[in-house]
């Protein structure tokens, strides 16, 4: 019995709980230059009145319209945030609608057709500093999905399933040569071959960045209308 009452404070030491902390979030907007600045979870939970909130502040900045954002995918942010050490995010893209995240995939090079943005389960952001840590934490987490654009300096985390991607855009450096040749853009915005390669400028890249995803647009199109 003596053995059994000594082990008995262990035991209660082992079960019991500390209550849990506050978890806070310090945002901005890149679109609409809003912030947020806050507790969105305490010890009960998600706070309701605040999840609304940050619905609002997540929302479609083409359209306006919002949706019930994953508290998964704010929960998801909190950590990486913390196992780096940093205390704000800036937010570049949040929920989509799918007229919006189609237009998107219109122009934009590396739009998934069907984006967890969709379904609000899904953030796209940069940090102060400390991105590639980040980057690196969150997919040793494995809670999703971890898109990782060092060029255009953001990543993408979403909580759909687990899966990993590096979408590097200086990349299409290389990727855009013809035999010794490198690919330019005329006045048209047609795509011709030019003279000898060297590094592409930031509007080179981004111009056939655009041509490309609006020509991989139109022929998924084409090849769905050609489908029986």
């Not at 998600?46 to 954002?69: A, M, N």
């Not at 949040?94 to 995240?101: F, H, I, K, M």
Request: hydrophobic share 40%; aromatic share 6%.
């Amino acid at each position: 019995m003596t053995g059994f009452a000594a082990a008995l404070p262990s035991v209660a030491h082992a079960v019991a709980r500390p209550p849990l902390a506050l978890r806070r979030l310090r945002l901005v907007n890149c679109h609409t230059g809003e912030t947020f600045d806050g507790a969105y979870r305490n010890d009960q939970g998600p706070i309701q009145r605040v999840i609304d909130e940050l619905c609002v502040f997540l929302r479609d900045h083409h359209s306006g319209e919002k949706t019930q954002i994953d508290v998964g995918v704010i929960d998801f942010l909190a950590d990486v945030l913390d196992s780096v050490g940093e205390t704000r995010a800036t937010i570049l893209s949040a929920y989509r609608t799918a007229e919006t995240n189609a237009m998107l995939a219109r122009t934009m090079f590396g739009v998934a057709e069907h984006s967890q943005h969709i379904v609000g389960r899904a953030l796209d952001l940069r940090l102060e500093s400390k991105l590639a840590d980040a980057m690196t934490k969150a997919r040793a987490m494995q809670r999703g999905g971890v898109g990782w654009y060092p060029h255009s300096g953001f990543i993408h985390i979403d909580t759909g399933p687990v899966r990993n991607w590096t979408l590097d855009e200086r990349g299409l450096d290389g990727l855009l040569v013809f035999d010794g040749r490198r690919f330019k853009i005329d006045g048209r915005g047609q795509v011709l071959i030019g003279g000898p390669w060297q590094p592409l400028s930031i509007t080179e890249r981004l111009g056939l960045q655009h041509q490309l995803a609006r020509a991989e647009f139109l022929a998924r199109t084409r090849t769905l209308r050609l489908s029986p």
